[in-house]
């Protein structure tokens, strides 16, 4: 029976672009987050106080040379994608993957900045970027990966929400158990920036973005009232069939044992009532495991956490039962389409570390195992679930490595 490993996890965020810096800045219960220019007439509209900046891409010059042609020609999430798959390389100890190697990348939105200068070019004076189509649209992203890797296998952009990335290393996975590839470079990027920070307006339309006056969110609390957006983030993965890993002395993070993915089929927005698709798929997933940790979607949203919540307690029985329950969004920001890859290397790292990172928390909600300050303890399995609009769920199960 073919089994899968992750080789190599390389985040591009506010945190850091080495993953060991993230996972370590977490257990610190660090943020970075800058105040919101409100000096436009657009912005001043805007409520939110803060939000976690896109990291700065341009002034690492280590990828220089592979990514030149990536940094004229590339929008921002298809930049950062290219970039975060170069340090997955790096760290999985790989100079050039399998020429087969699948490259699937999960997003959230087109490229916001990157459309909307170009519009107003257009309009204002007629001109605009020769390679503005290119340049725009989703599958691009995935196209850079290929291009700066120079790997010829089956490549796709998935488009699943906030389950886009957590559903690309599934899918991935299944390939690989599959036999149809012995590797994959998987995960997500997002970058939702503009002059008038449409994406931000949006979302608060929605009533999902905090506007606490101190940048601070709480998810399962009864203080919360939405999350902290991220201007946008990526993360990309390393995966390879056990063997394969093992045959060219890989070091092994951790091991993916679960992949589960189910659509409410309810509300664009809303999550189904009771939270009952997302409880049948996750109890496929754990079957009869024992599960250590749950990195929740835990977005901070009035809704979507008490169902969270309720199906944790039903899944898993009272406090003392559950695994230990945390939420990296407070921290990292909500990153959308990168936010399940981010958490899934979180999730390895907390194996390799038995450590769990602490929580963000107001007055928890009652019977739950959420992790005030980070803890030290045996992580075997973990669990990380991501939950879209339009009722797209995903979860990966990963597992201490055993051999």
Not at 157 to 166: F, G, K, L, R
Not at 274 to 287: A, C, F, S, W
Not at 293 to 302: K, P, R
């Amino acid at each position: 029976m073919r089994r899968v490993v992750i080789t190599g996890i390389g985040p591009v965020c506010a945190l850091g672009s080495d993953h060991e810096e993230v996972f370590t800045r977490l257990c610190n219960k660090e943020q970075v987050k800058v105040r919101l220019d409100k000096c436009t007439p657009a912005r001043e509209k805007i409520k939110a106080e803060w939000y976690v900046p896109f990291p700065d891409l341009y002034s690492d010059g280590k990828y220089a040379d592979k990514l030149a042609q990536a940094e004229k020609e590339a929008a921002k999430s298809a930049y950062a994608a290219a970039k975060a798959a170069l340090i997955a390389m790096d760290d999985a100890g790989l100079e050039k993957a399998d020429d087969n190697t699948m490259v699937i990348v999960g997003t959230d939105s087109f490229s916001m900045e990157e459309l909307i200068e170009e519009t107003v070019k257009f309009d204002t004076k007629q001109k605009m970027y020769s390679m503005m189509i290119p340049y725009t649209i989703q599958s691009a992203i995935a196209s850079w990966v290929t291009i700066v890797l120079d790997i010829h296998g089956m490549s796709s952009v998935i488009n699943m929400a906030c389950a886009s990335s957590t559903t690309s290393v599934g899918i991935c996975y299944e390939n690989i158990l599959d036999g149809k590839c012995d590797m994959a470079v998987c995960g997500g990027t997002s970058y939702i920036g503009d002059r008038n920070m449409t994406m931000f307006k949006g979302f608060e339309y929605l009533k999902c973005s905090s506007t606490n006056k101190n940048g601070d969110v709480f998810p399962f609390s009864k203080e919360k009232n939405g999350f902290l957006l991220s201007e946008g983030a990526a993360c990309m993965l390393v995966i390879e069939e056990l063997e394969h890993a093992k045959k060219r002395g890989a070091k092994i993070y951790a091991e993916i044992t679960g992949f589960g993915c189910t659509s409410d089929a309810y509300n664009i927005v809303s999550m189904y009532p009771g939270g009952t698709i997302v409880e049948d798929m996750l109890r496929k997933l754990i079957g009869d495991k024992k599960v250590d940790y749950y990195n929740a979607h835990g977005t901070a949203t009035i809704l979507n956490d008490e169902v969270e919540a309720d199906v944790i307690r039903r899944i898993f029985g009272s406090r003392e039962n559950q695994p230990a329950i945390n939420t990296s969004k407070p921290f990292l920001g909500h990153t959308l389409g990168a936010s399940g890859a981010l958490e899934i290397g979180v999730c390895a790292d907390s194996i390799m570390h038995n450590r769990v990172h602490g929580n963000l928390c107001g007055t928890v909600l009652d019977d739950l195992n959420y992790v005030p300050e980070t803890r030290d303890m045996q992580v075997d399995t973990a669990v990380s679930a991501s939950l879209g609009f339009g009722g797209h769920n995903s979860a990966v199960m990963i597992e201490r490595y055993r051999d």
